[in-house]
């Protein structure tokens, strides 16, 4: 007479597999939006609030932009891996491709409107040059997040991202 499998063994079978799904995630990027990238009880700077449209007129581009203020920024995805996307703004090319750029939340961002607050612009850099199409590529980006307070030329920005994969974004 063969003994079956005893519930000790069951239960430790079922709470290996049950754990499965589990571990594989852990290895996945965090998906975040630029909500995400705020400290708690801050709104995102709408394109209404940066001068109508979100167009500036002729005459406004001589004048300079004046980067929103920011309250903070948030640190709950520093040392993680993550997933964010976004569009991008070259900052530093190798060739034909971009190394360093800013990623930001809208088109126009920095160039044609004024730049969003320090928290939702994040500086990204890879080792890997990114070949851009032109000026706002819509992009996703992993790697590895930080906090980390940097000023270009063109805006403060709150978060960095080295970047680990960088592909055109597909809704």
Same mark, same amino acid.
């Given at each position: 007479? +063969?003994?079956?499998? +005893?519930?000790?063994?069951?239960?430790?079978?079922?709470?290996?597999?049950?754990? =499965?799904?589990?571990?594989?995630?852990?290895?996945?990027?965090?998906?975040?939006?630029?909500?995400?990238?705020?400290? #708690?009880?801050?709104?995102?700077?709408?394109?209404?609030?940066?001068?109508?449209?979100?167009?500036?007129?002729?005459?406004? =581009?001589? #004048?300079?932009?004046?980067?929103?203020?920011?309250?903070?920024?948030? +640190?709950? @995805?520093?040392?993680?891996?993550?997933?964010?996307?976004?569009?991008?703004?070259? =900052?530093? @090319?190798?060739?034909?491709?971009?190394?360093?750029?800013?990623?930001?939340?809208?088109?126009?961002?920095?160039?044609?409107?004024?730049?969003?607050?320090?928290?939702?612009?994040?500086?990204?850099?890879?080792? #890997?040059?990114?070949?851009?199409?032109?000026?706002?590529?819509?992009?996703?980006?992993? /790697?590895?997040? /930080?906090?980390?307070? +940097?000023?270009?030329?063109?805006?403060?920005?709150? @978060?960095?991202?080295?970047?680990?994969?960088?592909?055109? @974004?597909?809704?």
């Amino acid at each position: 007479m +063969t003994k079956g499998p +005893t519930r000790r063994t069951l239960l430790a079978a079922g709470t290996a597999f049950a754990a =499965l799904p589990r571990a594989a995630r852990a290895d996945q990027p965090i998906e975040l939006g630029w909500d995400d990238l705020l400290p #708690t009880g801050e709104e995102a700077v709408s394109l209404e609030s940066l001068g109508g449209s979100g167009v500036v007129e002729h005459e406004q =581009l001589s #004048t300079g932009f004046e980067q929103a203020p920011a309250a903070g920024v948030t +640190t709950e @995805y520093d040392g993680k891996v993550i997933r964010l996307p976004g569009y991008v703004v070259p =900052l530093d @090319y190798a060739g034909t491709g971009v190394t360093a750029f800013l990623l930001v939340p809208y088109v126009g961002a920095c160039v044609h409107v004024p730049p969003p607050p320090a928290n939702q612009l994040v500086m990204v850099t890879s080792d #890997t040059p990114y070949e851009v199409s032109g000026l706002f590529d819509p992009v996703w980006v992993e /790697g590895l997040f /930080g906090s980390a307070a +940097t000023a270009t030329e063109l805006a403060d920005v709150g @978060y960095s991202l080295a970047a680990q994969d960088i592909r055109p @974004y597909r809704g």
